[in-house]
């Protein structure tokens, strides 16, 4: 089965302690695709401007990834610029350019509705769920099968009414830490988690940085550790990378079960680690399937007792 991401392709200047990179690729869509590439073909919906080099995706194009629904418009491709603290997990946006996807209305051709799996990358919760609902093939309650979205604190403090319509559609939300307790206005992840259900996913996906990553349905938790990585470069795109392992897993095996939502979590992490080895998806275009199996088989040794 196949995935849809809607997100964003851009331009992303970062500096950490281990180094800087200027105008390297990123954004939310090609982090996400170039982690699920690897268990399910991925279609993107997506704008840049006529500056971006479209050759940097043809690593995407050999892994099943469709980035025909790519669009180009005249104008400059969306930049953000930032810079890391020495722990790695503290950062200070410098700088962000929406450019050309300042007003980005994503249309959805009629074989982007055949997929089951859909993720609304951090984007405008309007837009997510305008996307959604054309996701759905004849009428809205022929919607895809599974469905997840991310957002951020600019939303749910600007847009908390349209984001929380939009948490009533989904099935799966993933979401930082501090971002969790803001959106319900609690201290406790324990309790916003579950309040977080109250309002529609079926499932909430907790990020927590180095500290791994948590799980709450409604009938379990779950939570497991970062794998170890001795040799952080750049943390920029871990949680998009991270959706996509989760998410190409559920579309891999075509469940949704609380099994194989844990599954999920352990690729997810997975895809992740490799993503922080170097800057923008670079770790990512020279990784193979031989790197991520072993990688899995030692993180599950890890984990099991």
């Not at 995706?57 to 418009?73: A, W």
């Not at 079960?257 to 490799?274: E, I, N, Q, T, Y």
Request: net charge negative; aromatic share 8%.
């Amino acid at each position: 089965m196949g995935i849809l991401v809607v997100g964003t392709v851009a331009f992303d200047s970062v500096k950490t302690p281990e180094g800087e990179a200027s105008d390297a690729i990123g954004g939310s869509a090609t982090y996400f695709s170039a982690a699920a590439s690897f268990y399910a073909p991925v279609d993107v919906i997506a704008v840049v401007g006529n500056d971006f080099p479209m050759a940097s995706l043809d690593f995407l194009r050999e892994r099943q990834v469709d980035v025909s629904g790519l669009e180009v418009k005249e104008g400059k491709t969306f930049r953000w610029a930032g810079e890391y603290a020495a722990n790695m997990n503290d950062r200070r946006t410098i700088d962000t350019q929406l450019n050309v996807f300042s007003g980005f209305k994503p249309v959805l051709a009629d074989r982007h509705r055949a997929h089951d799996h859909v993720f609304l990358a951090n984007l405008d919760p309007d837009v997510q769920r305008d996307v959604l609902t054309q996701a759905c093939r004849t009428d809205q309650s022929d919607r895809p099968g599974v469905v997840a979205c991310d957002t951020m604190d600019f939303w749910i403090e600007g847009q908390r009414t349209s984001l929380l319509s939009t948490l009533s559609g989904v099935d799966v939300l993933i979401i930082n830490d501090s971002e969790a307790l803001q959106l319900v206005d609690d201290h406790n992840l324990v309790r916003a988690a579950e309040r977080i259900l109250e309002l529609g996913p079926q499932a909430v996906v907790v990020k927590r940085g180095a500290h791994g990553a948590t799980l709450c349905t409604r009938d379990a938790w779950f939570g497991i550790p970062s794998f170890p990585v001795a040799d952080v470069v750049d943390p920029t795109g871990a949680g998009d990378t991270f959706a996509g392992g989760f998410m190409g897993y559920l579309a891999r095996s075509g469940e949704m079960g609380v099994g194989a939502l844990k599954r999920a979590m352990v690729h997810g992490s997975v895809m992740a680690s490799f993503n922080v080895e170097d800057f923008s998806v670079r770790r990512l275009e020279s990784l193979t399937q031989d790197e991520i199996t072993d990688r899995h088989d030692r993180f599950m040794e890890m984990i099991t007792p």
